[in-house]
């Protein structure tokens, strides 16, 4: 049998498998690159949104902060109707928003009787907070303020751990005898702004018909919608940033 010449061999080589040039020099680098790449990764700069306490619902006296820009600018709330709002709302895609009085709002609506709406609202958010906000912010619609004493839901809550919010819901029959539903949600959220950002959404439908939403649904809806808002427009945002 012919013997395979592969020359001599050192100390732990294989005879079969020949030596990986510079194999420790590469581990080398490659440790030193791990090193300096660990050192290079620094916390994200830029202001930080607090973690709010879930107990401040209860509380009556909160002071809230007023030195941050509105969410959106008042005039320029239809560009809160993205795709994804649309979807979240229930919108179809292909219905525009629409401006509802300059300076104030903009609304879509959808083939079930439900009109969304998005405001930057007036009216200091602790008035909604301690229930003690006007029927009309100073902008003549009053359609979209729902009546704080005869409305069925009034709910203190933190939306997303980071922005305080209030919802206020009510469902009623929309005209005499018309057999018609009204359900309403109106929830204001606090940015830490002068002008809290205002999300209201109403259907108005047949009362038997299947498609008629409670109070509860509505108000989720709401949630929804204002967390897709803050998410693509307030990235980072909070009630209390430092």
């Known amino acids: ?13 294989s005879a079969t498998t020949p030596p990986l040039p510079g194999r420790g020099a590469a581990a080398i680098a490659a440790a030193v690159l791990m090193a300096v790449v660990g050192c290079s990764v620094t ?3 830029g202001p930080r949104a607090a973690t709010l306490p879930p107990d401040d619902v ?11 820009r509105p969410v959106l600018a ?21 219905v525009r928003a629409t401006t509802m009085v300059p300076g ?11 009109v969304v709406s998005v405001m930057t609202t007036a ?44 919802r206020v819901g009510s469902r009623w029959p929309a005209g005499l005898d018309s057999g018609t539903t009204k359900t309403a949600c109106m929830l204001v959220v606090d ?3 002068a002008q809290p950002l205002l999300i209201n959404l109403t259907q108005q439908v ?24 803050l998410d693509q427009q307030d990235p980072g945002g909070g009630s209390r940033v430092s």
Request: hydrophobic share 35%.
């Open 104 to 114: 104030h709002g903009c609304w879509a609506g959808d083939d079930h009787g439900t």
């Open 123 to 166: 009216t200091p958010f602790g008035e909604f907070w301690r229930r003690d906000y006007p029927d009309d912010d100073g902008s003549g619609i009053t359609a979209t303020i729902l009546d704080k004493d005869a409305a069925q839901l009034f709910e203190r809550f933190v939306l997303g751990n980071r922005y305080y919010a209030v």
């Open 206 to 229: 047949p009362t038997i018909d299947p498609v008629a939403r409670t109070v509860a649904q509505q108000c989720d809806t709401a949630a929804s919608v204002a967390r897709t808002v």
């Open 74 to 94: 008042p005039g320029s709330e239809c560009v809160a109707f993205t795709s994804r709002l649309h979807t979240v709302a229930g919108v179809p895609q292909d």
């Open 58 to 68: 209860r509380a009556t006296n909160l002071v809230f902060l007023a030195n941050r």
């Open 43 to 45: 916390e994200p700069s």
């Open 191 to 193: 940015t830490g702004a």
């Open 1 to 13: 049998m012919a013997e395979s010449h592969t020359g001599p061999r050192r100390r732990g080589e």
